[in-house]
Structures are given as C-alpha cells and as structure tokens.
C-alpha cells in the first residue's frame, strides 16, 4: 500500500507500520521521507505468509511442530 504523505523515517515510520503489523495489513511503501530520494518500505514482513514466502514458502517440518511457529 503506498502512502502518500509525508512521513519522517526517524520520527514517524513506526506508526504506519506498526499499524499494518497489527491488523495484518499490506506493506507499505511511503513515498515520501524528508531527506531522502528513495522511498521507505515498511511492514514487508509483518505477515506469517509473507515470511513463509520469502523463505521458500510453505512452514517447515521443524516450524510446523514448534510452539513458536504456531499461530497465535
């Protein structure tokens, strides 16, 4: 999800992001960092899918017997 307004890295990214983890929302890319020319991503990993995905899809054997890998 691209955010258009203006949000400082240092100071304000967190909130959006935070946001999005906790609603299990999309990722977010704010266009528009003071000082810098590229823009910020956020929340790239903030899914358990997305996670899964990035490392090769599907849980593991290991993560799908472990407390920790459980959802919640």
Do not use: K, Q, W, Y
């Not at 906790?22 to 020319?37: I, K, T, V, W, Y």
């Amino acid at each position: 999800m691209r955010v258009a307004l203006t949000v400082d890295p240092h100071l304000e990214s967190t909130v959006p992001c935070r946001r999005a983890l906790r609603e299990s929302g999309p990722a977010l890319l704010m266009e528009r960092p003071p000082g810098s020319d590229p823009a910020l991503p956020g929340n790239l990993f903030g899914h358990r899918r997305r996670i899964e995905n990035a490392l090769g899809g599907g849980r593991s054997r290991r993560c799908a017997s472990s407390a920790a890998c459980s959802p919640r």
